[in-house]
């Protein structure tokens, strides 16, 4: 048994999900059926090519699809169980006046750029401070005080004078951090971070990565993480989703996952990326043929398969493979069991 061994029963349970995007030709599935579970403690890395479908699938989960960046109209279908810490609810089902209730409180997201999340008009401290008080019913005087404790935790230095900036008035990696401390305010059970690192520089990113590691084990939150960088998936991960054109399609323990894809994306996104120090640093680099189709233009069968080394033209043009569970681990490819291990 090891300490990431997971609990019986999952903070989060998403099964079926779906995005359906309206578009004038009809709707555009641009996530296709996500199955995951996540446990407290916890943390998933999605990871994929540009348009996998990883923040439609974060933004779903936050039920902010169609706002915001994802502005046009979408209709989300499935379900994705959320253990509050009072019962289950279907995220998806929720109406829109029970959301306010939930975010920030159950649920928290970190997105790549802070002033998404924070209002460019109000002193930092303050917005943490507002959060506490809606949620945790605290008293000023009292969310002021773990404001500026949370402020400290995140490692803003001189955080007495910092809390009263104003977001425009810190650097890029401290909107980061504050942004952190008022996801992290009200102790959630689940935290989505979409990138949220990827704009700093690597020694902000590295500090900021092992704050949000150490949050986690004091608050024990369970916490989905989208990235592009394989470095920071072997820091941050227990579990890896790899999406293609809007599915997982290998979901597996990071260990295992970087010692032996098998599905052959998931071996493609390896080598097409800078090797992991402790992992293969230094081997060459390979790009992936192609790009991944536009959602308008989906190949039939295996969405893959058009790049695929491994394709049988027989099978992977035809039907779209199920997902299966195989060798401790889930896959979605029709040749999986006679590949075996991809490196
Ligand atoms: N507002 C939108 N309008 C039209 N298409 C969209 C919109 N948002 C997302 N899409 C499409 O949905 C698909 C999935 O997009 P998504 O943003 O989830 O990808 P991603 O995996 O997060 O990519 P990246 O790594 O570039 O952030 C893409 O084909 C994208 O073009
Ligand atoms: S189903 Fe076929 S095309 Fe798709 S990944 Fe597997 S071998 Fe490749
Ligand atoms: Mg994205």
């Known amino acids: ?37 996540l446990h407290a403690g916890r943390t998933l890395a999605l990871v994929g090519e540009s348009g996998a479908g990883k923040s439609l699938t974060s933004l779903a989960l936050m039920r902010l699809v169609g706002k915001g960046a994802a502005g046009r109209g ?44 924070l209002n460019p008009v109000f002193r930092v401290g303050w917005q943490i401070a507002e959060s506490l008080v809606r949620h945790e019913g605290l008293s000023q005087a009292a969310a002021d005080a773990r404001a500026l404790e949370l402020l400290q935790l995140v490692g803003i230095p001189d955080a007495a004078a910092r809390r009263r900036a104003y977001p425009h008035e810190l650097s890029g990696g401290m909107r980061q951090r504050v942004m952190i401390a008022m996801a992290l305010a009200c102790r959630p059970r689940l935290v989505i971070a979409d990138e949220p690192t990827t ?62 894809p098998r599905h052959p994306y998931t071996a493609a996104l390896l080598r097409s990326m800078p090797g992991v120090a402790g992992v293969d640093a230094g081997r060459l680099v390979e790009p992936i043929p192609g790009s991944m189709p536009p959602l308008t233009r989906l190949p039939a069968g295996c969405a893959f398969h058009p790049r695929c080394a491994f394709a049988d033209a027989a099978r992977c043009s035809v039907e779209m493979p199920e997902m299966r569970q195989l060798a401790g681990r889930w896959l979605r490819c029709a040749r999986a069991a006679e590949l075996g291990a991809l490196r």
Do not use: C
Not at 106 to 111: G, H, K, V
């Open 1 to 37: 048994m090891t300490e990431t061994t997971p609990s019986k029963s999952p903070v989060l349970q998403v099964q079926g999900l779906r995005v359906l995007l309206h578009s004038e030709g009809g709707m555009l599935a641009a996530v296709n059926g996500v199955d995951f579970e």
């Open 74 to 117: 979408a209709t989300l279908q499935g379900q994705a169980w959320l253990d509050t810490g009072s019962g289950r609810v279907d995220l998806l089902a929720l109406a829109p006046a029970q959301l306010p209730a939930l975010r920030g409180k159950a649920l928290a997201m970190i997105f790549q750029e802070p002033m998404t999340s």
């Open 199 to 260: 704009a700093l520089d690597v020694t902000v990113q590295a500090q900021v990565l092992a704050l949000m590691r150490r949050l986690q084990r004091e608050i024990g939150m369970a916490l989905l993480f989208v990235t592009h960088d394989l470095g920071v998936v072997a820091q941050m991960a227990d579990e890896v989703a790899v999406m293609y054109a809007g599915r997982i399609v290998e979901r597996a323990e990071v260990r295992a996952l970087f010692a032996a």
